[in-house]
């Protein structure tokens, strides 16, 4: 019997594992039918993802559909920043590791910010977004 008690334990993570990959899988699949209304998107742990247009879409994602989202139009926003660690980078030579955000700022409005857990993913978005900003003319 002592030598089964360590294999309840490896018994225990596998199960927590299967309920956690089962998790994700269900969190994919809602991001999935979700982000097909888009002409880009992402997903990752922190947050999804969803750009039509001049219209932004973000909010957290779950197992049924994506939580707490927020919108905002590309129109209002005057500049884009990449945030490491709450601090703004150089996107051609951002740090490693850390908490990453896009910072968008908006004239007269709060910034908002969307993270991340790929800083050259955020970068990638951080050009797109910027490309597609309205020029002030």
């Known amino acids: 019997m002592e030598r089964g008690l360590p294999w309840l334990f490896f018994l225990a993570a596998f199960i927590g594992l299967a309920i956690a990959g089962w998790n994700e899988f269900q969190k994919t699949q809602a991001y999935e039918a979700w982000a097909a209304d888009f002409d880009r998107a992402k997903y990752d742990i922190k947050s999804v993802l969803g750009q039509k247009g001049d219209r932004l879409v973000w909010g957290q994602p779950s197992r049924t559909q994506p939580q707490n989202l927020q919108e905002i139009s590309l129109?209002?926003?005057?500049?884009?920043?990449?945030?490491?660690?709450?601090?703004?980078?150089?996107?051609?030579?951002?740090?490693?590791?850390?908490?990453?955000?896009?910072?968008?700022?908006?004239?007269?409005?709060?910034?908002?910010?969307?993270?991340?857990?790929?800083?050259?993913?955020?970068?990638?978005?951080?050009?797109?977004?910027?490309?597609?900003?309205?020029?002030?003319?």
Do not use: C
Not at 80 to 108: I, M
Not at 116 to 130: E, K, M, P, S, Y
């Open 75 to 137: 129109i209002s926003v005057t500049e884009v920043r990449l945030l490491v660690k709450g601090v703004v980078v150089d996107p051609l030579a951002p740090p490693r590791g850390g908490d990453v955000e896009l910072e968008l700022l908006r004239a007269e409005q709060p910034a908002v910010r969307i993270p991340f857990t790929d800083v050259d993913l955020a970068v990638r978005w951080g050009q797109a977004l910027t490309r597609d900003l309205p020029k002030n003319s």
